[in-house]
């Protein structure tokens, strides 16, 4: 082992028990390069070594359970496809059960011995009064020593290739056991001050990573993980400050002094409706930034139909009362079409200049956009990706907007706000997808976050009704009355073909049962789904828009950007089958004009709980915001964006949705911190900024959102 080096830093085939085959797993399988790696790859679970249960005792499948007995015999079985499996019999004082193992049968069959006592760890199935175990935990009982230091045994993360290297959980507790020993506490590097550890009576940084592996007891097992989860949120909070501070040191933009003649020209005599409070307050807040020479950068939420277009184009008029251009981007070509036609709308008789520029814009109107816009006769610019080409260029952007942010990569929004070669622009980012507080400030903490929570007055509720599928005569009968009204309707369903593994109505046989119900040539249906080219797609969309269609039978493609204010029902089949937030965006597709709208949620009777509770969620409220909180506590930070941004939510034991309070007040640490010293130049914040340094090298700049 180098011995120049910090023992942490030391590379992992120099450790006692790894070598160069096994270190070259340990690389490739789980990234584990060093010392420091392995012993920050925290255990997932523990083994309570102090609790046994009987096999007679098991009576139905159940939690992970420990047992104490013999492995009376061993046997290797070939199968049909020449896979291989391993089977065993293991007795205690009480009866029998089987083990089963079809991963690492070559390994397994080596090292397993008759005979021999051993503890076993896994989940009892049961099935016909038989009980076995898949894949348990094997250790000898002769073996079994590190557990007399530990009432908890860790089980670390591990892959079939791990295994196969005899690199299991209770290999690496050995190696992970005896280097903990070897470890001294000037070894460990503490990350936090010491007025920290003090106030929130937090476990070192030495004695952390003792206890998160050995813990000898509950308590400091508990002191070891708040600690790690409360420095993991800490610290990302004190990135996310620190690099929003940079960013307005370094990204200089026009000052927009004026509230001019388009401006009020517009809010005093074209608004179509009495702003919300809500409304007024993100102008507000839109209007502080955009009178600094910094870079706004600002993310506005609000909820489906909350009036964020009206905000963003009020913001395009201030700009514009500066003398300086727009630009809208939106993700697809239906979408950025309605921004443009709502706000041509809008402007109407205002002499403001306004295009449209998308990939099906070609030939000479193109070439007459891009000249106009560079010269500055177009003001605003509406448009899909398009926008950011290199050959369009503008005269002085001072303002985008991104609609639906989430569907764009940084490098493209990146490739927008550049533009502008002197100064960059100001940006607003929008997005429909409610994103709760605590979430946003993780994924959003460099930004300065606007909030839309109430919609138009006039705006009639949706009503939403849970349905079984014995209910569908009904429904067919109370669709044949909204469209006879005029009315058009939504049909969503999670596949697109017949899936043997899911037992689903799928949208082929869903498309051909409604032809029976509403026939041709009386009715006409469009189809959508994601497989189609997007030409057909916006064709089929297209027809649905103009009412030549009264019902689009559709994927969850059109969960963003459709606005058919003529559209009042929204049937969701297999609801059971979708995430909260996507159910919220789907209801989101109707209510959107003034006739009452109803979202129908279709299920069989046999449910999940979690099932339930979504839809019971989706019943009970139209709050975006609540229905995301809800959402978070039931699977968690998922994907919320969209597109996860790399580094930002790889937290080891930190989960957004149930540890609010470590969050919290990891926040308001990090904030005080940074408002006292920025810079992290104060002696007692050492320890922060050398930790802030290394964690630099290790993540790219994921924070920046624009």
Known sequence: ???????????????????????????????IHTVRNLLYTFPFRYIDRTKFH???????????????????????????????????????????????????????????????????YGKVNVFNGNKS????????????????????????????????????????????????????????????????????????????????????????????????????????????????????????????????????????????????????????????????PVQMNRLLQGDVGSGKTIVALLSMLIALDNGFQSCL??????????????????????????????????????????????????????????????????????????????????????RLWKKNDALAPHILVMTATPIPRTLAMTLYGDLDVSVIDELPPGRKEIKTIHKYETARPQLIQFLHSEIAKGRQIYIVYPLIEESEKLDLQNLNDGYERLLQYFPPPDFQISVVHGRMKSADKDWEMQRFINRTTQIMVATTVIEVGVNVPNASVMVIENTERFGLS??????????????????????????????????????????????????????????????????????????IGTDRAIMDTARNFALHIIEDDPKLEKPIHENIRKEVTRLKHQYKDWARIS
């Open 1 to 31: 082992m180098p011995n120049h080096l910090n023992i942490l830093d030391t590379p992992i085939e120099y450790v006692k028990g790894i070598g160069p085959s096994r270190g070259e797993t340990f690389r490739k399988e789980l990234n």
């Open 54 to 120: 009987l096999i007679k005792d098991v009576k139905a499948e159940g939690d992970n359970i420990q047992l104490k007995g013999t492995l009376v015999s061993v046997e290797k079985i070939k199968g049909k496809t020449n896979r291989s499996r391993i089977t065993g019999t293991f007795k205690d004082s009480s009866g029998f059960l089987e083990l089963v193992w079809f991963q690492g049968v070559t390994w397994l069959e080596k090292s397993l011995k008759e005979g021999e006592e051993y503890i076993i």
């Open 133 to 292: 175990m898949v894949h348990p935990e094997m250790e000898l009982v002769s073996e079994s020593a590190i557990h007399l230091t530990s009432t908890f045994d860790p089980v670390y993360p591990s892959t079939e290739k791990m295994d196969a290297k005899g690199l299991d959980s209770k290999t690496r507790r050995k190696i992970i056991n005896s280097l903990l020993i070897t470890i001294e506490e000037k070894d460990v590097s503490e990350t936090l001050p010491p007025y920290i550890l003090e106030k929130l009576k937090i476990s070192s940084a030495y004695n952390t990573l003792k206890w998160i592996h050995f813990p000898s007891n509950e308590r400091e097992k508990e002191l070891a993980v708040n600690r790690i989860k409360f420095e993991e949120f800490f610290f990302v909070q004190v990135r996310l400050l620190l690099s929003k501070i940079y960013r307005k040191y370094k990204y200089r933009s026009a000052p927009f002094a004026t509230i001019g003649h388009y401006f009020n020209t517009f809010y005093n005599h074209k608004l179509p409706y009495e702003l919300t409070n809500a409304q007024k307050k993100v102008i507000k807040e839109i209007r502080a930034d955009m009178g600094k």
């Open 329 to 414: 981007m939106a993700p697809t070509e239906i979408l950025a079409q309605q921004h443009f036609e709502s706000i041509s709308g809008l402007l109407q008789g205002m002499e403001i200049g306004i295009a449209f520029l998308s990939g099906s814009v070609k030939g000479k109107k193109r070439a007459t956009i891009l000249e106009e816009l560079k010269e500055g006769r177009v003001n605003i610019i509406i448009g899909t990706h398009a926008l950011i080409e290199e050959h369009v260029v503008f005269k002085n952007l001072g303002f985008a907007v991104v609609d639906e942010q989430h569907r764009f990569g940084v490098a493209q929004r990146a």
């Open 582 to 655: 996507q159910l919220h965006q789907l209801r989101g597709r109707v209510g959107r004009g003034a006739d009452q709208s109803y979202c129908i949620l279709m299920t069989d009777y046999k449910i999940s709980k979690e099932g339930k509770e979504r839809i019971n969620t989706m019943v009970r409220t139209n709050n975006g915001f609540e229905i995301a909180e809800v959402d978070l506590k039931l699977r968690g930070p998922g994907d919320i964006q969209g597109t996860q941004q790399s580094g930002l939510l790889d937290f080891k034991l930190l989960n």
